[in-house]
């Protein structure tokens, strides 16, 4: 057949070559001649017939099976023949097929590419069965989750290249389970400085977050762990697979009932006490203090939910329960809501017995929180540009909470809206039964919450209650208004109390 030019990075061809023209003949090989430098191409030449035919079945059942998506650059194929075994020629062959195929294309300085084409099904299948696709997410108002698109972009990266510039070179080597020195170092100052929190950083460990922090825990703690009546259902799950079962606390508008501690049999309790999730509010101070009293009488601990501490809008920052009783009180803090969930940072602030445990538990090296982070969120914290991102977020959420509490006072002034005076997230108040209507309604309208009833924990003795939780960090500036008014929508379909 005709041949056809196919570029190569090391062979630039003619824009438009005559087809009846051969290539041109092979540099030879030698010290002097440059190596083909390409990308690795996985191929298996089995089967009957010639190399070309084994070729060519490979490169097509590649690019037809999805293997080699579109656009992915193969290749030159002097650098392919090497690496097969056989002559370039009949690479360059094979290429040329495919090209006039359809398969692949070539141009000149950019080498061949898999083509753009829509992919033909396996062989053997057939088309897969419609399937009615759920509505999809037009609003997000899901709870606890920060603005992503606030991220700090360049701040970021300019610490993460001043700490790695600056890191010793045992920084890239075995992770220390404890932590980054660093890290530890900075969060020590950070958390004295900002929430009260009374430590040094031989007592700080860093985790992968909240979660993987609780699943330590979960493992070393003895007996049952008192929890709040509404609370996240993930976090009694990972205390269940830890062997640990939860008893309830009843919750009002003053925080958990921690007069009930002693009743529970439980030798620690797992609070909110800066803003109780999801329900809202501090825990009033005769309860911190009575918190800190139950553990020191029962020999109990206090472990401290602070998941969002920074963000407060209308009352006075309200500093740790640990400031208490370090002794007493296991500090849980991450940048899941300051910065991103993505980075995956948390910490404990631990007593001085409970640090050989934990580091036993998480195990002899760090395996989940990578250095480089480490290293860049010691340096964002020292260099003040934790400070600032987090005063430029309180400004950013409290105008969005106000945009929400102002629209619902005039478009549903009938709900009440309830824990605002800081964190992420609101609860609006419904009429009993009321719950799953709004929810349906806001699915249809493609809307994205939560309701107030799958907090509560089963065991409980507080009669349910029907509300919505409303995440007022998520969605981006621009999304954020069309967000509420689909909400108010959802919320014009209750019935009136």
Not at 18 to 29: G, S, Y
Not at 451 to 475: E, K
Request: hydrophobic letters at 40%; one cysteine or more.
């Amino acid at each position: 057949m005709p041949e056809t030019w196919v570029n190569s990075p090391s062979e630039p061809a003619p824009a438009e070559t005559p087809r009846a023209v051969p290539r041109p003949r092979e540099q030879p090989d030698g010290p002097a001649a440059a190596e083909p430098l390409g990308t690795d191409l996985h191929l298996e030449l089995s089967g009957r017939g010639s190399r070309r035919a084994q070729l060519m079945h490979a490169l097509r059942e590649a690019v037809d099976s999805g293997r080699l998506a579109p656009g992915t650059r193969l290749p030159p194929y002097r650098s392919l023949a090497r690496d097969l075994g056989i002559a370039r020629n009949t690479v360059a062959d094979a290429y040329a097929e495919l090209v006039a195929e359809g398969r692949l294309s070539a141009r000149q300085g950019s080498g061949t590419r898999v083509a753009h084409r829509a992919a033909p099904l396996p062989t053997g299948r057939s088309a897969p069965a419609r399937t009615t696709a759920a509505r999809p997410v037009v609003h997000d108002l899901m709870p606890s989750s920060p603005d992503a698109s606030a991220f700090p972009r360049s701040d970021w990266l300019t610490s993460a290249r001043r700490a790695v510039t600056a890191a010793p070179s045992n920084a890239f080597g075995v992770g220390d389970p404890r932590g980054r020195p660093e890290l530890r170092t900075a969060l020590a100052e950070y958390l004295a400085r900002a929430r009260g929190v009374r430590t040094d950083p031989d007592r700080i460990v860093v985790c992968a977050g909240f979660a993987h922090a609780l699943r330590l825990l979960g493992g070393i703690l003895d007996g049952p762990v008192a929890v709040e009546s509404y609370g996240l259902a993930f976090y009694r799950d990972l205390l269940a697979a830890a062997g640990r079962r939860t008893v309830p606390l009843t919750v009002d508008r003053a925080g958990a009932r921690t007069d009930e501690l002693a009743a529970t049999g439980a030798r620690a309790a797992l609070l909110t006490p800066a803003h109780q999730f999801p329900t809202g509010g501090p825990l009033h101070a005769d309860r911190r203090a009575g918190v800190v009293d139950w553990a020191r009488a029962h020999d109990g601990l206090l472990l401290e939910d602070d998941y969002d501490g920074e963000f407060r809008y209308d009352r006075q920052p309200i500093g740790a329960v640990q400031g208490l009783d370090p002794d007493r009180v296991v500090y849980l803090g991450s940048t899941s809501k300051s910065l991103s969930p993505a980075l995956r940072l948390g910490w404990m602030v631990l007593p001085d017995t409970l640090v050989d445990p934990v580091l036993a538990a998480k195990g002899t090296r760090e395996l989940t929180s990578g250095v480089i982070d480490q290293l860049t969120l010691a340096d964002f914290i020292a260099h003040g540009a934790y400070d600032r991102h987090l005063r430029r977020m309180r400004r950013h959420y409290r105008r969005r909470r106000d945009l929400l509490v102002r629209t619902l006072a005039e478009r549903a002034p009938d709900v009440r809206v309830s824990g605002i005076a800081a964190g992420l997230h609101a609860v609006l108040e419904l009429p009993p039964g009321s719950e799953p209507l709004a929810l349906g309604t806001a699915r249809r309208l493609g809307l994205a919450l939560e309701g107030l009833r799958p907090y509560r924990h089963p065991d409980s003795t507080m009669p349910p209650r029907d509300g919505l939780v409303i995440g007022y960090g998520t969605p981006p500036d621009h999304a954020f208004p069309a967000a509420v008014d689909a909400l108010c929508q959802a919320l014009a379909s209750l019935p009136r109390e």
